[in-house]
């Protein structure tokens, strides 16, 4: 299915994973669910640096030895955290988009979809602009996001062919122009006083709404 998560329950032993597929999380999972929560906060007030096994614990309420328990080093944490928030992200916008009427409304709400995320977790938010940071110089982080990244296209890419009958060599790049339509307005409402997520929100939706129209009225590849 076009939803489907494509990371493994190794990769994912927390609740947000577990929830999708009504797995019953173990207090180890629940312990390491804590604790990725807690570097997700230490992560987005004090950034990548001051994060540590110190910092992680004082927000547990814990010893440092007891986080080292769960996680063999600050990379395994940082690794843990991305890809909670990629579930949780996931997750929100799957729940939005079961809710569209038609095609065009599944595209329109995986546009908006982002957005609703961003609102509800901006700490999370703050967390993935370090990881595309991070994405610039570490290999392991960029193989990461492009998994993401083409993972996302291809979802979108399923909706337009089986929902809107875009033809499949098309389809792709469409769904890749409208997710970095996405990237951008994001950025530009989060990192400048130009306007609110909310604003970006709207322009993003009228963006992909007017990619649409045009598609609809030409039958060209846009």
């Given at each position: 299915?076009?939803?489907e998560?494509?990371?493994?329950n ?8 577990r ?7 173990s207090k ?15 992560l ?18 814990t ?15 940082f ?67 492009d ?11 399923y ?10 060599e098309?389809?792709?790049e469409?769904?890749?122009?409208i ?5 951008g ?10 306007e ?13 709404n ?13």
């Amino acid at each position: 299915m076009w939803y489907e998560v494509e990371m493994n329950n190794e990769s994912f032993p927390d609740l947000s994973l577990r929830s999708l597929f009504d797995f019953k999380p173990s207090k180890g999972d629940l312990k390491r669910l804590e604790i990725i929560k807690a570097a997700i906060e230490s992560l987005a007030t004090v950034g990548f640096d001051k994060t540590t096994y110190e910092s992680i614990a004082k927000i547990v309420g814990t010893r440092r030895a007891h986080i080292n328990y769960y996680f063999q080093d600050k990379n395994d944490i940082f690794m843990s955290c991305i890809k909670y928030i990629i579930v949780n992200y996931q997750q929100v916008s799957l729940k939005h988009i079961e809710e569209a009427k038609d095609g065009k409304d599944m595209v329109l709400r995986f546009v908006e979809g982002p957005y609703i995320w961003a609102q509800e977790n901006p700490k999370e938010l703050i967390v993935m602009y370090l990881f595309y940071y991070l994405c610039s110089f570490n290999e392991e982080y960029k193989d990461l996001h492009d998994k993401i990244r083409i993972g996302g296209a291809k979802r979108l890419a399923y909706i337009l062919e089986e929902k809107l009958d875009v033809p499949k060599e098309i389809s792709f790049e469409l769904s890749k122009t409208i997710q970095n339509s996405i990237s951008g307005y994001m950025l530009d409402a989060t990192t400048t006083t130009e306007e609110s997520i909310e604003e970006a929100k709207i322009k993003n939706i009228e963006f992909a709404n007017f990619l649409l129209e045009k598609y609809a009225q030409s039958k060209i590849n846009l």
